[in-house]
């Protein structure tokens, strides 16, 4: 099994620090999405907002990733890289980013509608937030992973939607990606148990229509099979006494109007 690194306050504080530039590169992301502006000019957005910021992006280069943010558009579930296509009205665009400063990770992302959206997606991003919220409800010490995965999963198929399992959440820290996973589905009372010093991301990625997915010939990019949409919100979070800890937020996102569901 994988090494757990458990943080201190100090390290928890650099997280809280990338967190916070990682939710205000979103935030002026959100600011520019509307119908017309391409996915590229989002990613040169986020990128000198974070380089401003004294941080750098954590996705470029990762595994020869190419760009600051995934960009992932309609049935696009995640990874989706940035380039020449153009936002239209109705469109839904998940944003993920990621960003480390002073050798320490932050990590979030959230769906933007573009324009007027349809209602059953809407739906589907408030039920996907819903989602996130639900599993950082029981993201306290003395409970498991398998109590957030479940948390999520119970959420989302109540609305019959399908929760991907391929990809998942994960510990974060001096990596982008640390033990322990956090995946998406679970049971109850399984898996690592949580404890203060433990921060992870919790990162639902949740479809209109069957948990299917398939990998794009790019290399990333990650779409639906049946073609329907797929949202994704994600939070750096840190385990705490009762109640989670919250390192990254979306209060400045949802000021923007491309956030509002
Ligand atoms: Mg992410
Ligand atoms: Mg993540």
């Avoid at 990621?98 to 997606?121: H, L, P, Q, R, W």
């Avoid at 589907?124 to 409970?143: C, F």
């Avoid at 510990?171 to 995946?183: K, Q, S, T, W, Y």
Wanted: with cysteine.
């Amino acid at each position: 099994m994988k090494t757990i690194y458990y943080k201190t306050e100090s390290e928890i504080q650099k997280i809280r620090e990338s967190s916070l530039i990682v939710s205000k590169a979103l935030a002026e992301v959100g600011k520019a999405i509307k119908p017309g502006v391409t996915t590229a000019e989002l990613d040169k957005i986020a990128e000198s907002f974070i380089l401003s910021q004294g941080a750098r992006p954590a996705f470029k280069g990762y595994k020869g990733f190419p760009a600051t943010l995934c960009v992932s558009v309609n049935a696009q579930v995640v990874h989706g890289i940035p380039g020449g296509y153009t936002l239209k009205e109705g469109d839904v665009v998940s944003v993920d980013c990621g960003v480390v400063k002073d050798n320490f990770y932050g990590d979030s992302a959230y769906t933007f509608g573009v324009g007027k959206i349809s209602e059953d997606t809407a739906k589907l991003l408030r039920v996907t937030k819903e989602s996130l919220y639900k599993g950082i409800e029981e993201a306290v010490e003395g409970n498991r992973i398998g109590d957030v995965s479940a948390a999520i999963e119970e959420h989302a198929e109540a609305h019959s939607y399908g929760v991907v399992r391929e990809l998942v959440g994960h510990g974060i820290g001096r990596n982008l990606h640390e033990a322990p996973d956090v995946p998406n589905y679970g049971r109850k009372g399984n898996g690592v148990k949580l404890q203060r010093g433990l921060v992870i991301a919790i990162e639902p990625m949740i479809n209109m229509g069957k948990r299917d997915i398939k990998q794009e010939a790019d290399g990333w990019t990650v779409t639906t099979k049946d073609g329907k949409p797929s949202a994704h919100f994600e939070h750096t979070v840190a385990i705490g006494k009762g109640k989670a800890e919250i390192l990254t937020t979306f209060d400045i996102i949802e000021k923007t109007e491309a956030a509002q569901f």
